[in-house]
């Protein structure tokens, strides 16, 4: 989906402030959108107004498809690191983090082993007395 530089850049905002990512592009506003030709917007937009949910169904179909991407994205990332990398506080973040996205979805059975691999980690890293 991204050029090679610009995912490095994006995983790298995942790992240092994913709330703050999620945040941000929790803010996209299907409503905002723009057509080359106004026309266009205005038959689109006719159309979502028109269909069962309107903009609210379409505001969680994205929001849904995008909480998925940063999934997908984030596993990715660590399935990237190097193993010596592993062992690091901002991976066991974004282990939490995405966890955190699935349990919010839901996905439990999904969420569970990587909260698991998170503290293991942390642990590791911090010491198992660390608050």
Known sequence: LLPTQ???FFIN?????????V??????NV????????RD????FRRIRESEGGFAQLHKIVSDHLREWFVTLGLQAIERTHPSELLS????????????LLDSQGEYE????????????RE???GADHP
């Open 6 to 8: 610009q995912e490095r």
């Open 110 to 121: 999904k969420a569970l082993p990587l909260y698991e691999l998170s503290l293991d980690i």
């Open 89 to 100: 506080e901002s991976s066991a973040q974004l282990l939490h983090q995405v966890a955190a």
């Open 41 to 44: 917007t205005n038959m689109i």
């Open 13 to 21: 905002a995942l790992r240092s402030d994913f709330d703050g990512v």
């Open 124 to 126: 590791k890293v911090l």
């Open 31 to 38: 409503e905002k959108a723009e057509a080359r030709d106004f």
């Open 23 to 28: 945040a941000k592009l929790s803010e996209v």
